[in-house]
């Protein structure tokens, strides 16, 4: 069960990374790659997975060779090539911990993008109308903070009006996990995201983003 439910946030994470990485960091377009439908159909877990993979043009996710991985091997590094020649769109990604968390919350994204800074986003399994706001409530331990969010044009993420410099230097680098609430009229969306290697993470991701 709990294998199939961290398949599934794989999955989510990598389909919106396919789908709408270039749209986030390219003027967002609009449209799924050539054979992301062939992908989707694939009833085998590892097949489908590497068929996503292989959308990821310029790359495929950094994945830890060693049994003994650390923390920071659970954030995943992907490149996806700009259609248009311009600079590939980078990212870190780790899916939301399955046991804690509603099943429609894929997970944690961290962005290059072209301004200063690295954009945060939150993946969802269930698409919101594109560009439509949501109140996402972020914390540990009962203390919270509540941001207006927006979905990007294909919906299948939420941008958080914040950078990812809270996760280092600023009010959340303490933290070893985030707690999240999406208010949504359908249903709210509960979860956690484990933060444990994320600094190095995010070290990496600043040293691999495309010059500005």
Known sequence: MLKSAYHLSVNALLT??????????????SGAPTGFENCKVLS??????????????GGTPAESKTPDASPYDAWRLVRTADPRGGPDAV????????????????????????????GVLLGVVRPF????????????????????AESTDTGTALVLPIDASAFTTGVWRSLNRLEVKISDPEADIHGMILLDGVTPAIAKLAASCPPR
């Open 129 to 148: 109308p594109p560009r439509s706001k949501r109140n996402v409530a972020i914390g540990s331990g009962g203390v919270q903070s509540v941001f207006v």
């Open 16 to 29: 919106i990374f396919a789908t709408g990485a270039a749209t986030i960091a390219f003027a967002q377009g």
């Open 44 to 57: 085998d877990d590892k097949a489908r997975l590497d068929c996503f993979k292989q959308l990821l043009t």
């Open 91 to 118: 990212s870190i990604m780790r899916t939301a911990d399955t046991g804690r968390s509603d099943p429609d919350l894929a997970g944690l994204m961290i962005r290059c993008q072209e301004k200063q800074g690295l």
